[in-house]
């Protein structure tokens, strides 16, 4: 076992992070899950695909899920209430937007409203949160375990996760991959996630593709750094296209202060259109965690190159396979 | 088989529009059903009021909806959820206001949701739209039936099914029924689906009955005189009232931009009151889509000609009866 | 039978209140139980403790549940949809913002949307509801019992039924306790809603601890006078704590106006603390009825005396108990 790891808890093993204590298989932060997990997780996953395409099962008959929501989510709510429900599960209480419509609107902080949660027994509280370090917080007060669906800007392990396993059933194998991250790299907590959890495997190499009001943070390239992937800089997506084996596009996040003109090619190229379909290796996937706005032409979708629906549907295997692992004895 | 009919898919005939293909049970417009269909649908509507008062069934054990409204609702959304559940079938995942609370707001198109809510393996969408026209775009690019459940200010078909159905139930007869349409006629999708539908059956006569700033649209009236459906438009429904079968009466649309005081008699005389009760038939009935606003009195609920709280009830056996056609083998 | 029991439905008395007539189960006043009820709930809550710990069970298999809440809320709405789920039962139709939402915001009345809700079959309503009297409004149009989960600043019967089943379960006995009301009394619908429930105990003594600006309302206290229950009136917690059993502290109600400053001790002095903690008995409790922003002390939280989260627990099994009630056949 690594020396850094806190303790196994069913499978799952917890890295030592130095702001709280898990008792629970928690999911809070893409850099816990060791190559063990990750190899088991695979395995799990793939087996969900199945059991999502026969119909549905009663894994986990009678347990129930909460889903805490401070921030809008389409994907990421739909995806886990159809993991549970193909599993046999139940949500018991579902909130939207936790910030407007629930005691959060007057003034109760979320260890509190874990706390009462807890009290009506769920199985498990899958929480989005706008502040960095709420996962972090919940765990710590709750008495289920607490996934992580997105929290701040810097964490979205469910999404990692999701697009690992999108990579190895893409591309066949994820050491070695040769993968661009483009767009608005300051604020994205999927391109974030996604290089913690590269970081784990070998031979990786990343080109980061940004214009310089967005680059990748000083943390998480020093985090590479440590672990020997090799990275690069650009702003130039066409330079970068022959060469990768995935392209990971992602959107503006305009909701969170960025904005940027994607047709000001002083900046730099970071659309994904023809031109870049022409550049691109033939083997090659272009990835994007969704919602698209501009980044990705329409007319890419039709390319068999284009995997982004297909790492959709790999999120409700992944989000099965999760909720097998917290919810389920270890066989 | 019609010949505008383009194919038949478990039963349900799908008709030929200009807009877009159909590779499955959609309901899509009011337009699409053929008499056939609407005879089907009639045994089977009247068979789950049956169900319905006698508890859940397991017809859909393992089926699973999602509502992706984008409009608020309260009748439509639960009366499908009604439905499904005393099917025993599950909500996947619902949205109240997808506008503002999905990535929608991040500004993803519709057909990208629908890609990806595919992708987590519904059994059948339940779509709510402010545009016409989304019902159409739905169904191009999603793999599982999509139920129009009003779209911009154009098509409710299910309403629609639901107001004819109660017709039937309440009158006896479609064919040769007198039918005034009352209210906000240029902005109700409710009047403009049921003029579609009873287009389709013999001898039907239409009294419209509104201000001249909301009269009924032309492209419906060119429909009724196609399909040899008498109608007059008149602006005062004490003038029709002694001679109908049916008030329909309908709420002016404000957030359509619709406004109009009924108090103002100088515009004509559009609220079903004592007065018109008085002036009415005996065995004439009052339905209303509902919400109502100020368009009936409240003296009028407790007259036994009142139907619109009937029709309401009537809205779950219609949607508990579409659910069974597109979701079970047809025997 | 106490003369003022209008009739009894399923073992649940419904005492006369003026306003409105029951035909059902409903639970709408907290002044509407008898002692025989409250003994036979503090029973089944008691056992649905166990239930709640053990899994889910199958006792409301089939049955359905609306949650049709006006006003935001996470803990009631929680709680209902745990009760239900956990006895085996479904939520059919859940809105977190009624008003917003759904065709109240076309201009629906309350008594409309009951009639159609009640249309689509479920066995119970969850009103939550911004304006006194909506409840008993529900009542006289509602086909299914209505459980009032909180309606204008006045009535919360079930936060009250959960509050004395807290005191109970804590200090071991009603008749007799001594409890101080803390904090924003004329705005707080728990506070009132607790005083008519103990007033139907022997011995009860309560302290109102309040700034004058916001004293407990005076039809409260003709109500505690007919009812023979002790009460006082104070502006300083430290004077009360010393000798209560019970400190039941609350928030100030901004969102119904309420304003002052616990900082400002010309006012009087409102907060549980450690100063409060020193002074207390030691076998006294600390409860509220959350969410709480600032009127207890974090640091308060981990002595053994603070009950709040427990009494939140303590929702769920009222709740279960409360739909066994009303949704069972009585053995």
């Not at 099962?57 to 739909?78: I, N, P």
């Not at 929480?127 to 997105?150: C, K, Q, T, W, Y």
């Not at 996040?253 to 022409?278: A, C, M, N, P, W």
């Amino acid at each position: 076992m690594c020396p850094n790891v806190l303790f196994q808890f069913k499978g799952v093993m917890f890295m030592e992070l130095d702001k709280c204590l898990y008792g629970l298989p928690n999911i809070i932060d893409a850099r816990q899950f060791d190559l063990e997990f990750l190899d088991r997780f695979f395995k799990i996953a793939t087996d969900m695909e199945g059991v999502a395409k026969q119909g549905n099962c009663d894994l986990l008959h009678r347990k129930t899920m909460v889903q805490l929501f401070y921030e809008e989510s389409t994907r990421t709510r739909a995806s886990f209430a159809a993991a549970m429900i193909k599993l046999g599960g139940q949500i018991m209480f579902a909130t939207e937007n936790a910030k407007l419509f629930s005691s959060a609107a007057k003034g109760e902080t979320l260890s509190d409203t874990i706390r009462v949660l807890c009290g009506y027994g769920p199985d498990v509280i899958v929480l989005r949160h706008n502040e960095d370090g709420a996962a972090e917080e919940a765990a710590m007060f709750s008495s289920v375990p607490i996934i992580n669906a997105g929290t701040g800007k810097n964490q979205h392990p469910t999404q990692a996760l999701l697009d690992i396993f999108t990579i190895l059933k893409e591309v066949g194998h994820i050491d070695g991959v040769k993968i661009a991250m483009v767009g608005d790299l300051s604020n994205g907590r999927t391109v974030r996630s996604n290089s913690y959890l590269l970081g784990k495997f070998k031979g990786v190499e990343i080109d980061f593709v940004s214009p310089k009001c967005s680059m990748m943070g000083n943390d998480v390239k020093e985090y590479l750094g440590r672990h020997c992937v090799k990275f690069q800089e650009s702003t130039d997506l066409r330079e970068v296209a022959p060469h990768v084996d995935v392209i990971y596009q992602t959107r503006t996040q305009k909701e969170r202060g960025s904005d940027f003109s994607r047709d000001d090619h002083s900046l730099g190229y970071f659309t994904v259109d023809k031109e870049i379909l022409d550049l691109m290796k033939k083997d090659a996937i272009i990835m994007h965690p969704l919602p698209r706005v501009d980044e990705i032409d329409k007319e890419v979708d039709s390319d068999p190159r284009a995997a982004y629906f297909r790492q959709a549907s790999n999120g409700l295997y992944a989000r099965m396979a999760l909720l097998k692992m917290i919810l389920t004895p270890r066989a």
